[in-house]
């Protein structure tokens, strides 16, 4: 079993601008508390995570949505290293899964978040859905560029119905088969949440 999931930690980097993870205490034994209890702060878009259609379209579903039945089966794990977006001519060499987890070449732990990554060409992602991939996931942040605004990726992969698992631990896994496990919080209406993922 091995788990593909990014640790959480104060001060682990998160999209620019966006809410930074923190926690606290605020019950200590130490203190005279009868327990330690905690709070965090945190975005939604936490470490690995699942995006909801709503994130990225106004009409999409928000988290609860999301079938629990496309996170959890068999899976394609793809070494897609030294691609700078991943195009269908790639892809049309590359052997597909209904969940398929592509590695980059990103670290398991990020010292800073990264400017550059591997994002998804729009044509990439139609193509994907038309060969049945119901999700995909990255290693990266986001299957756009850090500075796109109209999220064409995002918005092709809605039009396919294709969900969306960034930010995997994927350095060190190697290409091939595997059974995907990647639940998020139950979060209700919300637009993404933090998700624990492991392959086996």
């Known amino acids: 079993m091995m788990d593909i999931t990014r640790p959480i930690y104060p001060g682990v980097p998160v999209w620019p601008g966006d809410t930074p ?24 878009h936490l470490g690995t995570h699942l995006d909801a259609p709503w994130h990225y379209v106004e009409e999409g579903g928000r988290l609860e949505s999301v079938p629990l039945a ?21 892809l049309r060499g590359v052997e597909l899964a209904e969940r398929t987890l592509f590695y980059t070449g990103q670290p398991n732990r990020w010292d800073t978040f990264p400017r550059r990554f591997t994002h998804v060409l729009p044509e990439a992602a139609l193509y994907l859905a038309e060969r049945g991939v119901r999700l995909f996931g990255t290693d990266g942040p986001s299957v756009d560029p850090l500075d796109s605004k109209d999220l064409p990726a995002h918005r092709a992969f809605a039009r396919g119905g294709v969900f969306i698992l960034e930010g995997l631990a994927l350095e060190g896994v190697p290409a091939g088969r595997y059974e ?21």
Not at 28 to 40: C, E, H, M, Y
Not at 78 to 85: M, R
């Open 21 to 44: 993870y923190s926690y606290e205490l605020t019950a200590r034994i130490a203190q005279g508390d009868s327990v330690n209890v905690g709070k965090i702060t945190t975005t939604t």
């Open 70 to 90: 496309v996170l959890v089966g068999p899976c394609r794990v793809v070494d897609a290293q030294g691609q700078k977006a991943l195009s269908v001519e790639f």
């Open 180 to 200: 995907l496990v990647a639940l998020p919080l139950r979060l209700e209406g919300t637009d993404a949440a933090p998700v624990r993922a492991i392959l086996r």
